[in-house]
Structure formats: structure tokens, C-alpha cells
């Protein structure tokens, strides 16, 4: 229910995605607590202002969303979707997480994954009733020619079936990570494969983080859809937004976790520094295994160099997830069994989410390490640039989205390639200050090119011109 609106106050601008901008956990005491969340959408969202009839629509995620929504409590400007629990884990763990994710980053070990078999299809029999949740709840919120912005991997249908539903609106939909070519995405089963373009192509425009990942959705369409139609795309670069980051990053917390950080560190050593949530496609593993290679390759680093990794929790419902974990957590611990000393811990590991300290370690950055497998864009490549106050060099992934915009100013590395990237390290190491200022500053420069809020506009005023 939209807490703040009548019955008959309808939406003009609405934004659907599972994860919304609030969180409830409930207390003990039995009282609801509320965490607001971050990240592009949020501050995208704000730059609308409280004046414009808008309307999130997301999903209930926890026992907690749950009771918010059954006792209306909840944010004015929100409205959290109460899918029963099954359901939702079916469609988000099982679809989206297990299977739309694992094929858009290419992360099946094919031998013997996936099997697409009945279980799949009951999951999938979810994932369309979830998809039909929010295209209803966006149906009877949106005023007449409203602009609806779907978000996501998790709400492909939305555009077909809302189209079906209301054919007044403008609908779009932007997908945040990247998207498989057609001989990765033939491997999702023929009527599904179809389903999921098709529901797609029911929007006005769609967006994407890169060219690379509009051509693959678009060569898709042309082999398994018989083109895009009348569907229009576009390619929205979301950058990092240098101003909150800069303010934020400058306040006594994290200047707290500076200072514990360089203890942790020791005095006088480089850092080499990553910031991630604990994802397959992080690469987090490989990093490591390049770090202990620069090592052993280079011995004059030892006690000289410290690899801050920060690698937080993230989709722990699932197993895989779950033994990735443990695995970052080993490789790290036999690295420091291997070449620690008493005075020198050469991987500084921490799980637990800190934002105030992730911005301690963007600051004290010599070096920043972004070497996934594959990501839609990754703004901590944007992020530690604009941060390092020594201006960081940055050695990243040429399969990182970010790596189209900031490319010509990183070290590139292939991600399974550990000693190249061993030797990108040594090389972001030993690189003059004078070379590695100004590259800092090129891509600090292009990574704050498009924040969120005008990442957002953009695709507003795309959505609500006539053509574009
Ligand atoms: C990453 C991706 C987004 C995605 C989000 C979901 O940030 O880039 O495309 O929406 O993960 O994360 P969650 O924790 O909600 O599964």
C-alpha cells in the first residue's frame, strides 16, 4: 500500500526493483526497526525531488519487510510488495541468483551444470507469479502515461506484462549487470529463453551499463527473438558520485578507521587494496592467488606491501556462495602462514561490511585491484580513484564494464591470467609518482562523469521524449 497517497493519487514516475531503499528487522520488544540502504538508485531517485509523485515499488525481503508491510508501517514514497516467503526465495535465490546471474556472467562449470529439470520449472512457475506481483502493483499505481523504470535480472517480465496491462505507460528497463552473447544465452531453455527477451522487448527503452552489453542483448534478440522491434536502447554509464564521497569519506568515523587501519598495516608499507561484496564474480580468489605470485616473484616486497581485502557477506542463502567464502578466507590464511612474520601480516582480511572503513581503505589506496571475471560496470574502480589521496593506480579487469571508460588510464589484466596480473601488480608498485598522479586523476576525471542523479535523468528524459 502507498503509505503517503489516497486511493486515488496515482504515481507519475515509478521505479520497480526486488531490493527497495529500506530494510526492517524486528526488535525483541517486538518494535520495527528501519535501515535505509545506498547505492545508485537511491541518490538517483532523490534527484527528482519529494514533489513528483513518485513511487518505488520493491519487494518484502525478510520476516521483518513482511511485518512492516502487514502493520502499513513503511517509507512514504515506497511500497514494498508482501510475496509470500517461498515464492520470493524461489524467484531470487533459485532464478534470478542461480541461473539468471550464473548465465549473464558466464559462471557455469559446464560439466555438470546447469540441469534444467522439473524443480527448475516449479522455480520458474515463481518467478512468473513474482514478475505478475509487480507488474499488477505498478498497474494500479501509475497514472495515466506514467513513466515506469524497471531494474534488473530479477523483474524480466515486467515490461511484457505490464505493456498487456496498462499500454498508456512508458515503460523501461535498465539492467545493471552484464548480458550473455547468444552462445551463452542459448543455453537457457528455447521457451524460456524466449520468454525472458520477449518480456524484455515489451518495454519502450532499454538501458544498459555499456555498449558491449547492448550489443550482446541485441545480437540475442536478432538470433532468438526476430530482432528488438520497435524497442529502443540505450547505454547509460553510471559513475560514482565524487561529491557524497568526498563529504562522506572526510567525517571523524572514517577518519577512526584510518587510523586502525594503519596499524593493522604497519608503517611505511604500500597497500594494495579491494573493496567487494563476496561475489562469484569478484574473482576474489584469483586476486590472491596474484599477490602470493608477486611474492614469491618478488621478494623485495616482502614486509613492504600489505593486500588490504575487504570481502563482504553477500547472497549466503546459497551454498556456493557459502564455500566461496571459505575459500577466500583460506587462500588468504595459507598466504600469511606462508610468508608472515611477526611484524607483518601480508593479506589485512576483513568480512564484516564497514562502509566507514571501506572509505579508509579507498583513501590510504596505493593500489586498487577491481579483477572480476565479468561485471556489468563495478564502481569500486570508479570509487578508489576519486578517493586515494595519493592517487591510486589502478589495475583492473578487462572484462569489468568500467574497463570501456577507464581502460586508457588503468593496468589492464585478464582475470584468469594470475601472473599477469602479478606483474600489472609490481608494475602499479613501482610506477613514478608523477605518472601515476596524473593517471589518477584522468580516472578520477571519468568516473564521476555521470553520477546518479543525472545517470537517472537521462534515462527519464530518454524514456518521456517522444524519440530519442
Ligand atoms: C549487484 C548487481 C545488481 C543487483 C544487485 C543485487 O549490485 O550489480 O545488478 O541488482 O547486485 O544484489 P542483492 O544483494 O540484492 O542480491
Given at each position: 500500500?502507498?503509505?503517503?497517497r489516497?486511493?486515488?493519487?496515482k504515481?507519475?514516475?515509478?521505479v ?6 529500506v530494510?526492517?528487522t ?10 535505509r ?9 532523490s ?5 513528483a509523485d513518485?513511487?518505488w515499488?520493491c519487494?518484502?525481503?525478510s520476516d521483518?519487510?513482511?511485518e ?8 512514504p ?15 531470487y535465490?533459485?532464478?534470478a541468483n542461480s541461473?539468471l546471474?550464473?548465465v ?32 499488477e502493483a ?17 523483474l ?7 505493456r ?10 535498465f539492467?545493471?549487470t552484464?548480458?550473455a552473447?547468444p552462445e551463452?544465452f542459448?543455453?537457457?531453455?528455447r521457451?524460456?529463453a524466449g520468454?525472458?527477451?520477449?518480456g524484455?522487448?515489451g ?6 551499463l555499456?555498449r558491449r ?13 526476430g530482432g ?7 547505454v547509460h554509464?553510471?559513475g ?7 563529504e562522506?569519506?572526510h567525517r ?15 608503517a ?7 573493496v ?22 618478488h621478494?623485495e616486497?616482502h614486509?613492504?606491501?600489505v593486500h588490504?581485502?575487504f570481502a563482504?557477506p553477500?547472497?549466503?542463502?546459497l ?8 575459500e ?10 606462508r610468508f ?16 566507514a ?18 561485471d556489468?560496470?563495478?564502481?569500486v574502480?570508479?570509487e ?10 589502478l ?5 569489468a564494464?568500467?574497463?570501456e ?13 594470475v ?7 609490481h ?9 601515476r ?5 584522468r580516472l578520477?576525471?571519468?568516473a564521476?562523469?555521470l ?9 527519464l ?8
Amino acid at each position: 500500500m502507498a503509505l503517503t497517497r489516497g486511493a486515488d493519487q496515482k504515481a507519475r514516475v515509478l521505479v520497480a526493483s526486488n531490493r527497495g531503499p529500506v530494510s526492517y528487522t524486528v526488535g525483541e520488544d517486538g518494535s520495527l526497526t528501519a535501515k535505509r540502504g545506498g547505492g545508485g538508485l537511491v541518490s538517483g531517485l532523490s534527484a527528482i525531488g519529494p514533489d513528483a509523485d513518485a513511487l518505488w515499488v520493491c519487494s518484502a525481503l525478510s520476516d521483518g519487510d513482511r511485518e512492516a508491510v502487514r502493520r502499513g508501517e513503511g517509507e512514504p514514497g515506497t511500497r514494498m510488495l508482501d510475496v509470500p516467503a517461498d515464492v520470493h526465495a524461489d524467484a531470487y535465490n533459485g532464478i534470478a541468483n542461480s541461473v539468471l546471474w550464473f548465465v549473464h556472467h558466464m559462471l557455469y562449470q559446464t560439466p555438470l551444470e546447469p540441469v534444467f529439470d522439473a524443480e527448475f520449472r516449479r522455480q520458474w512457475a515463481s518467478y512468473e507469479t513474482y514478475n505478475r506481483a509487480f507488474a499488477e502493483a505498478l498497474a494500479e499505481e501509475a497514472a495515466p502515461g506514467a513513466a515506469v523504470l524497471v531494474q534488473d535480472y530479477h523483474l524480466t517480465l515486467v515490461p511484457g506484462m505490464l505493456r498487456d496491462l496498462r499500454p498508456d505507460l512508458r515503460i523501461s528497463h535498465f539492467s545493471h549487470t552484464p548480458w550473455a552473447p547468444p552462445e551463452y544465452f542459448r543455453m537457457l531453455p528455447r521457451d524460456i529463453a524466449g520468454q525472458v527477451l520477449r518480456g524484455m522487448l515489451g518495454a519502450d527503452r532499454l538501458g544498459f551499463l555499456t555498449r558491449r552489453w547492448a550489443d550482446a542483448f541485441t545480437a540475442c534478440c536478432e538470433q532468438f527473438a526476430g530482432g528488438t522491434g520497435g524497442t529502443r536502447i540505450g547505454v547509460h554509464g553510471l559513475g560514482a558520485d565524487g561529491e557524497f564521497l568526498r563529504e562522506r569519506a572526510h567525517r571523524p568515523d572514517v577518519a577512526d578507521r584510518m587510523a586502525g587501519l594503519r596499524e593493522e598495516i604497519g608503517a611505511g608499507r604500500r597497500t594494495i587494496v579491494r573493496v567487494d561484496r563476496t561475489e562469484l564474480s569478484k574473482n576474489i580468489v584469483r586476486g590472491l592467488l596474484a599477490y602470493e605470485q608477486l611474492l614469491v616473484d618478488h621478494p623485495e616486497w616482502h614486509e613492504r606491501v600489505v593486500h588490504v581485502a575487504f570481502a563482504y557477506p553477500s547472497r549466503q542463502d546459497l551454498a556456493v556462495y557459502r564455500d566461496y567464502t571459505a575459500e577466500v578466507q583460506r587462500t588468504a590464511e595459507r598466504i600469511n602462514e606462508r610468508f608472515g612474520t611477526p611484524g607483518w601480516t601480508p593479506v589485512v582480511l576483513h568480512v564484516k561490511d564497514d562502509f566507514a572503513r571501506s572509505l579508509a581503505a579507498y583513501r590510504l589506496a596505493d593500489v586498487a585491484l577491481v579483477n572480476p571475471i565479468r561485471d556489468g560496470m563495478n564502481l569500486v574502480a570508479k570509487e578508489m580513484p576519486v578517493l586515494s589521496e595519493e592517487g591510486c593506480v589502478l589495475v583492473l579487469s578487462q572484462e569489468a564494464g568500467a574497463f570501456e571508460e577507464l581502460g586508457e588510464d588503468a593496468l589492464a589484466v585478464n582475470p584468469y591470467d594470475v601472473v599477469e596480473t602479478a606483474r600489472a601488480l609490481h608494475q602499479a608498485l613501482t610506477m613514478p609518482a608523477g605518472e601515476r598522479a596524473e593517471r589518477a586523476k584522468r580516472l578520477a576525471a571519468a568516473a564521476t562523469a555521470l553520477p546518479p542523479a543525472q545517470w537517472f535523468l537521462d534515462q527519464l528524459n530518454a524514456l518521456t521524449a517522444q524519440s530519442s
